[in-house]
């Protein structure tokens, strides 16, 4: 964690540093007064205006690189990145559950192979592959043939499902760590998730039973849907229902396509814009008979998705790791109020893995370690005169971290509405008060200025105005105070 700490600081720096000289943004820059020329002006020539400018344009032109998937994972464990670099921490009770989903999967290999010798082995010493009776009975009683065959089939489906959900686990857990970190996922500022992620942290107990329940409830779930398939496949009663069922799919297939690539390369680059027909009439009479033949196939297309929802469901009931069901899907009741979850497991994850940022994360590492330090050695370290050189620092080569700092402090926010307008016409209330950290950073002699300079405004400025004046000039003789005290320490 703390070469994660010192590699992302330093990635930090030298990432600032950058934007203060890039040269690239040198010419004309769009401002709300329109296109002024950098040189014409007085903030964009300094360089803290060239670092907001560059900082801005990097938002939309800096490189990208593609996260997450099994392979990445693998090449950022080997490669030594995701604990020195990344300094991601894996939750224990998920290590676990996807160390039980292994052995799930060895379980399952070691039943298929036992059932499939033993059946055949009975069916070779009998010396022949199919029942006697079922014979007798013109094929209508399945043979233990078709039977052994429907379980080894979906047997097969149900393992590479489960292999499927083993190997995703951790690369998931990286990556919505990461989706947490760069704000994909809303945690802290998004009052409501943030509410339900802290309450009940007790529920993270049930991932690793779930874990390994869920794996061996989706093999079990495919198993039944591809071994059944396969069975009335083969079964000499329901066979030429199911092969019927098939052709028809398959012409469904070939008119649905047809339509597809008509409707692509023919009508809609002739006779519809984007939201608009460039030619109304012939538009109108394709989408008559488009709803005319959608209504005789929706039938089908109904049963396919009932279909496909069915074993997306039976794919996805072990990976916890994810929500399956929609946000207005997943809950009874009001969405924004009380109600029931039908999928709570998703947000249990989730929990798990916040659990480990807010006591693994590498900048809380750094700042716990600061807080120790402040502890052991007391006012000899991260003294008030430190602090104010450290803010004027972050704030010079950072400026774009400011709105973070102001929008950060809940007291400060009116109604959750932090928008930069708000920070603008209430300036005295929105930015931080002057505190007793600052004194060292003013001089006596520049807070008597101010406050002529508020007197003399003091007759073009509103009541509420002229509070806020009388608490900054509360305010400026605490500092004054307290400037003389900490010169009378310093003496000493």
């Not at 469901?313 to 069901?325: K, M, S």
Request: with cysteine; glycine share 6%; charged share 20%.
């Amino acid at each position: 964690m703390k070469m994660s700490a010192a590699s992302k600081l330093k990635s930090l720096l030298e990432n600032a540093a950058a934007m203060h000289n890039n040269e690239e943004g040198e010419g004309t820059v769009s401002t709300s007064l329109g296109m002024v020329s950098e040189k014409q002006s007085v903030v964009t020539e300094s360089s803290y205006g060239k670092a907001l400018l560059n900082y801005q344009q990097s938002i939309t032109t800096c490189e990208q690189q593609t996260i997450g998937g099994f392979v990445w994972a693998v090449k950022e464990y080997w490669s030594g990145r995701l604990y020195n670099e990344r300094g991601i921490f894996l939750p224990s009770n998920i290590l676990a559950g996807n160390f039980a989903q292994g052995i799930v999967i060895l379980f399952i290999i070691v039943f298929t192979v036992n059932l499939s010798v033993d059946e055949w082995n009975e069916m070779e010493e009998n010396g022949q592959l199919d029942d006697d009776f079922a014979v007798m009975l013109n094929d209508y009683i399945p043979t233990r043939e078709q039977i052994l065959v429907s379980i080894n089939v979906g047997m097969v489906f149900g393992l590479f499902s489960t292999i499927n959900i083993w190997l995703a686990y951790v690369p998931s857990t990286i990556s919505t760590t990461l989706k947490f970190r760069a704000g994909l996922i809303p945690s802290l500022r998004d009052p409501r998730t943030f509410q339900q992620y802290r309450f009940a942290q007790d529920t993270t107990a049930a991932i690793f039973g779930s874990m390994f329940w869920g794996s061996l409830y989706t093999a079990f779930a495919v198993a039944v849907l591809i071994g059944g398939i396969t069975f009335f496949s083969m079964w000499a009663l329901t066979s030429p229902f199911m092969f019927g069922l098939y052709a028809t799919l398959l012409g469904l297939l070939i008119t649905v396509s047809v339509k597809i690539l008509f409707m692509m390369f023919f009508v809609r680059r002739r006779w519809f814009s984007a939201f608009y027909r460039s030619k109304p009439l012939n538009a109108n009479f394709v989408n008559i008979c488009m709803e005319a033949w959608n209504v005789a196939l929706a039938t089908g297309f109904m049963l396919g998705r009932m279909l496909m929802l069915v074993l997306a469901t039976a794919i996805n009931v072990g990976r916890i790791d994810r929500p399956f069901l929609a946000e207005g899907s997943n809950k009874i009741g009001e969405i924004d109020g009380p109600g029931l979850h039908l999928d709570y497991y998703p947000v249990s994850f989730r929990k798990a893995i916040l659990q480990a940022e807010a006591h693994r994360h590498p900048y809380v590492e750094r700042l716990g370690m600061m807080y120790m330090m402040k502890l052991r050695h007391g006012d000899r370290f991260a003294r008030t005169s430190g602090s104010i050189w450290r803010l004027l620092f972050t704030f010079a080569l950072m400026p774009w971290l400011r709105r973070y700092r102001i929008t950060a402090r809940p007291e400060l926010e009116d109604e959750n509405d932090t928008t930069e307008s708000k920070a603008k016409f209430k300036m005295g209330r929105q930015l931080p008060p002057p505190i007793r950290r600052y004194s060292l950073a003013v001089n006596a002699s520049e807070i008597t200025t101010e406050v002529v300079e508020s007197d003399n405004a003091s007759d073009h400025t509103s009541t509420s105005e002229k509070e806020e004046i009388q608490a900054l000039k509360s305010e400026v003789e605490a500092l004054k105070s307290e400037i003389e005290r900490l010169k009378e320490e310093n003496t000493k």
